[in-house]
């Protein structure tokens, strides 16, 4: 499913979530608006490496961040694995990947729109002006 985040056009696999196709894009845009803050949608964990970090990922409060090296010392795992599992999430803003960074910056984002889009995500949900990524 392809949907509007930000100013930037993202993709999910909705077939991981238990969700309707309506229900998920109105939540998805309330998310982008602020009024959203948790996504209460069943996830088909896939098994392995994927699913435990989307998993962790899941759990990461709205507002706060995690490091790659947090999530690998959580699971036994390198931070490099952590970083492909994160680039391989299928659901991402539902399943927050944006919220993982790097322990010295920011890190990558596989969205379509890359780390501006993740900028601007941790930006809302930081309650800062979006209006400096306008232009």
Not at 22 to 28: V, Y
Not at 41 to 57: A, F, S, T
Not at 104 to 127: I, M, P, Y
Request: net charge negative.
């Amino acid at each position: 499913m392809r949907f509007d985040m930000l100013d930037s056009e993202m993709s999910l696999d909705e077939s991981y979530l238990d969700v309707d196709e309506d229900e998920l894009r109105a939540r998805l845009a309330a998310y982008g608006r602020g009024e959203l803050q948790a996504f209460d949608v069943p996830v088909d964990y896939p098994d392995g490496l994927l699913g435990d970090v989307m998993r962790l990922m899941s759990a990461i409060p709205y507002g706060e961040t995690r490091t790659y090296g947090d999530l690998a010392a959580d699971l036994g795992s390198s931070a490099q694995a952590v970083g492909q599992a994160c680039g391989a999430n299928p659901v991402p803003i539902v399943v927050p990947c944006h919220r993982v960074v790097a322990a010295d910056g920011l890190g990558g984002f596989s969205a379509e729109a890359g780390t501006d889009l993740k900028r601007r995500l941790l930006a809302l949900e930081a309650g800062e002006s979006l209006a400096r990524f306008s232009e």
